[in-house]
């Protein structure tokens, strides 16, 4: 998320201050305990967390392209919750009592704002700020500071050919375009048992893939059986790749090492909506961890590009739902699916101080 790293706060960018937001609610859950010590205004965990989740409700709802009148009645709620708890928690710690002009304007005037000039985002110096960056910082900072305006308006020329020439390709991409690099095994079925469990025993196999090389053969008979309904194939090549890029750019990976960190995505699978009323989704989604990325190539039939996931499922029947994110619990369920079938990747976040708990952030797209 913090591509330069995350230094001092008094140098982060206001981007880097959203990206933030988004993920503070799931450092500050289950932080702390109840008071102890019996500190005086003690904020309670459970409120300091709720009042940066009522905030990213509200920022996401204010980032809208286009309000109606329910819309903004919406907005007015959601933000009068926010700034309600916000004063709770906040009033004792400031010395003017929270009494500032940007918030008093926020909280009474942004609404009857705009109904009269339109979304927020065309009158906000958010949007400027960003543009001077895009458009006048950075070009600057590439030059040679010599005959500046020149070197500004050929660099951001050649920035505009560019977004074209990207534009243009894109529009000609396949719409089952996909990727597989990174390749790290290759293997024959008839081999793949002996193969797969001296990769087991490898010191320098992470757990992840141990468990995929585990569930493999027994994932891909049930995928020939109860998918393709093919049967009797007695041999195939099996490829596994540590990375896949997806249609919409998003790259996967099912690697040991990557910066010298383990990475496996964990992905949003799109489900059949046939299938949908067997089992609990979020709104027709489902969450899986990828351990392994196969290429399996069949005599005389098209390669098939497989993914082994372990599924997540919610973590409680009722209450699946925390802080307007799905909760989830990682379970002993894998199989083998189409890499067509993934939406997208997704952030999740190990609950803190809690076992087989996760947070799929729902606040970063």
């Known amino acids: ?25 799931f450092v500050v859950d289950n932080l702390y305990k109840e008071n102890e010590n019996n500190v005086e205004n003690f904020v309670e965990n459970k409120k300091l967390s709720e009042v940066y989740a009522k905030w990213n409700k509200m920022y996401i709802i204010s980032r809208s392209e ?3 009148e329910s819309d903004l009645e919406n907005f007015r709620k959601d933000t009068f919750e926010w700034a309600k708890l916000f004063v709770e928690i906040f009033k004792p710690y400031s010395r003017s009592k929270l009494k500032f002009l940007k918030f008093h304007s926020w909280i009474y005037h942004i609404f009857e704002s705009i109904r009269q000039f339109g979304i927020i985002n065309g009158y906000t110096t958010e949007t400027y700020e960003s543009l001077h960056k895009d458009f006048v910082k950075i070009p600057y900072r590439m030059s040679n500071k010599k005959n500046v305006k020149d070197q500004i308006m050929k660099t951001l ?20 375009l996909l990727n597989f690099s990174s390749k790290l095994f290759e293997t024959k079925l008839t081999e793949a048992n002996i193969y797969f469990c001296e990769k087991m025993n490898d010191p320098n196999i992470n757990d992840n893939m141990i468990k995929g090389f585990n569930q493999f053969l027994e994932c891909f008979d049930n995928f020939l059986d109860n998918i393709l309904e093919v049967k009797n194939i007695k041999e ?17 990976r099912a690697k040991n ?30 969450y899986g961890k990828i351990l392994l ?22 973590k409680f029947e009722k209450n699946s739902y925390l802080y307007n994110c799905p909760l989830l619990k990682l379970v002993e369920l894998y199989n083998l699916i ?16 809690e076992d087989n708990e996760y947070f799929v952030n729902k606040y970063i797209s």
């Open 236 to 252: 195939c090549d099996i490829i596994i790749y540590g990375m896949a890029t997806l249609e919409n750019e998003s790259i996967i």
């Open 338 to 353: 189409p890499i067509e079938t993934i939406d997208n990747i997704v952030h999740i976040i190990p609950r803190f101080d």
């Open 157 to 176: 020329k050649r920035q505009d050919i560019i977004n074209v020439i990207n534009k243009k390709q894109k529009k000609k991409k396949p719409t089952k």
């Open 66 to 68: 286009i309000f109606t």
């Open 293 to 314: 990325m196969a290429k399996i190539e069949i005599e005389e039939k098209p390669p098939l590009n497989l993914a082994l996931v372990q599924w997540y499922d919610f």
């Open 1 to 25: 998320m913090f591509t330069n790293g995350l230094q001092s706060i008094s140098r982060m960018t206001a981007k880097e201050y959203r990206i933030l937001m988004k993920v503070m609610v």
């Open 257 to 286: 090492k990557f910066h010298d960190k383990s990475w496996f995505s964990n992905v949003a699978i799109s489900m059949d909506s046939n299938e949908s009323s067997d089992y609990q989704s979020d709104e027709g989604l489902c």
